[in-house]
């Protein structure tokens, strides 16, 4: 019996030491990043830049691997059922790990469950436009529009995303109406906003500024509790009289959930170490996002926070995605 017990405690032991052999050796082999939306998206953008430079620091490469449909879903569900081997994370955002529970009647993974938060690695901030050849000029112009007997309509990247509850949200503060107009994806939104099909929309940085900047759309505020480092000279909804109103776009790096702790510290600290370096920061101004690097812990409050905000207005305009 005592030599049994002692072949179980030795065994035990081996096992415990490889642990930490294990998570000092990663990546032994190329990382898989799943990006639960299409190349060309800014989760996408955020995955190729700092997935980049990881490589060059671990000497693997870090490849991303595209997985869209179902608001994010299925790239999402791939890391949480992937092996928990350090050979696969993934990135995402509010949506996918909050949200569509609001939204879907099943989800095909429990987040609590399933999923390792690592940290937000980048948030970037949604901003207000209207068309170019609107007489708006300011936010409080477009407040007083929506109260008055204009019908205005609004384009989202999809019905449920954030795009879609922030501006829902912005226009019940305002107490004025809109039709909603949901598109595939930025890209198609933008050009709604260009054509004139559509009046005003809340939208991610990247998809709107180049065309603000040619001209082409007008930037009125962004959706943030304080001024964007990287849109500085854009007052906040706040300052027009609509403090409660956020809709910043973050997109975090998530593994899963039996992931080692060692590997997924080691993970985050190596994006914060990624995103401190002055390039990295360059690149990532380029398509104005601003760098986070946040504890896991401090991930979850936030995801937490966001359920939160968005449950009531998701109830309220009785939105469902299935």
Not at 223 to 250: F, H, N, Q, V
Request: hydrophobic fraction near 50%.
């Amino acid at each position: 019996m005592k030599s049994c017990l002692l072949r179980i405690f030795l065994l035990a032991g081996f096992s415990f030491a490889g642990v930490p052999a294990f998570s000092q050796d990663w990546p032994k082999a190329p990382v898989k990043v799943v990006v639960p939306f299409d190349a060309g998206s800014t989760p996408d953008a955020a995955a190729r830049v700092i997935g980049d430079r990881l490589a060059a620091r671990l000497h693997q490469p870090f490849i991303v691997d595209n997985k869209s449909g179902a608001a994010g879903n299925i790239g999402t569900d791939a890391v949480a059922k992937a092996d928990a081997d350090g050979r696969t994370i993934g990135v995402s955002i509010a949506g996918p790990l909050g949200v569509n529970a609001l939204l879907f009647r099943k989800m095909p993974y429990d987040v609590s469950r399933d999923i390792a938060l690592v940290t937000i690695a980048v948030s970037q901030p949604s901003v207000l436009v209207v068309g170019s050849k609107s007489a708006t000029k300011d936010a409080g112009q477009l407040l007083a529009l929506m109260k008055g007997a204009s019908r205005l309509s609004f384009a989202s990247i999809g019905a449920g995303s954030i795009s879609h509850l922030a501006m829902a949200a912005l226009v019940a503060q305002a107490g004025g109406d809109a039709v909603h107009v949901p598109y595939r994806g930025s890209g198609a939104a933008v050009t709604a906003l260009l054509s004139g099909d559509v009046d005003m929309a809340l939208l991610p940085a990247a998809a709107v500024m180049p065309h603000v900047n040619a001209g082409k759309l007008r930037a009125l505020a962004v959706a943030s509790p304080d001024r964007s480092p990287s849109l500085p000279g854009l007052p906040t909804l706040a300052e027009s009289g609509l403090p409660d109103i956020k809709g910043d776009a973050w997109i975090g790096f998530i593994a899963p959930a039996k992931t080692p702790a060692a590997v997924v510290q080691n993970l985050r600290d190596q994006i914060v170490q990624v995103l401190s370096e002055p390039a990295v920061k360059d690149k990532l101004r380029m398509q104005y996002m601003d760098p986070v690097g946040n504890s896991p812990d401090e991930f979850r409050k936030l995801l937490a926070a966001d359920v939160a905000r968005w449950k009531p207005v998701v109830e309220k305009n009785r939105i469902t995605l299935d």
